[in-house]
């Protein structure tokens, strides 16, 4: 189940068309692809509402039947925002019983939206694909409210427990802004005793991923991503 990048703000199917087509070929799984709220005008937590119920739709056996999928193989994965949004998934599945996820893919994710201005993101922020101020510009337009930075749906670093929470593979770029978030959330998991694997993509910055095509690097730590996913089915 993956959800694209945008900042919560930007973002559609067919942007993320390329990148949902990559996971499906290198990691030889059906992928579905959410279309969930965007803000402004369906702030927090309209879009990690969506994120949440098109896991839950996948995780019914008639569905995944229909898709040739396999509940007891359930992951929940996204890019950029995307990747908040699975963490919040993971996070609300665990508070509330839900159906089992089997991994959580998190590709260079915003886990902290209350402490944003890290090492990297000083270093980087001036990265072409995301400068400071357009995370700030997220932030401000996907979040009705200062207070929501330090709900867990919102900042999944910030939750109180981060223990039984599905296994981890956190993937963050060199010379991303997030860099250093995505590794302090891996950090936060780890220490809880949650399996991860964090790969550091070097030399890479925010969204490569969704370019691999155009470079080599970028194209063999995308293969490198989904080979580590389906090590761990």
């Known amino acids: 189940v993956y959800y694209h990048g945008g900042g919560w703000v930007l973002g ?35 879009g ?21 999928g396999d ?3 359930i992951i929940v994965g996204g890019d950029s925002a995307g990747g908040n949004l699975a963490a919040a998934v ?8 839900g159906p089992m ?7 260079y994710p915003a886990t902290n939206l209350a402490e944003i201005e890290t090492d990297s993101f000083q270093l980087n922020q001036h990265d072409p694909l995301l400068p400071a101020e357009n995370m700030y510009w997220f932030i ?11 709900d867990p749906l919102a900042s999944p670093a910030l939750a109180e427990d981060h223990a039984n929470l ?9 010379y991303d802004p997030l860099c250093n978030d995505g590794e302090e959330y891996a950090n936060l998991l780890t220490q809880a005793g949650v399996d991860v694997t964090l790969i550091r993509a070097n030399g890479l910055s925010h969204g490569f991923a969704s370019i691999r095509e155009f470079i080599k ?8 991503l989904m080979n580590t996913v389906n090590e761990r089915l």
């Open 48 to 68: 990690m509402e969506d994120a949440y119920a098109a896991y839950l739709w996948a995780a019914d056996p008639e569905n995944a039947q229909e898709l040739r």
């Open 12 to 46: 559609s199917l067919d942007l993320a068309d390329n990148l949902a087509r990559t996971l499906c070929h290198y990691g030889k799984m059906s992928v579905i692809s959410v279309d969930y709220r965007l803000a402004p005008e369906h702030p927090f937590p309209a």
């Open 217 to 224: 690097r970028a194209d063999w730590y995308t293969q490198k």
């Open 166 to 174: 599905a296994p981890a593979t956190i993937v963050v770029a060199e």
């Open 101 to 107: 996820i089997a991994q959580q893919v998190l590709i």
């Open 71 to 73: 509940v007891n193989k």
């Open 90 to 97: 993971s996070l609300k599945a665990r508070e509330e019983n």
């Open 140 to 150: 401000v337009h996907y979040l009705s409210d200062e207070s929501q930075k330090n």
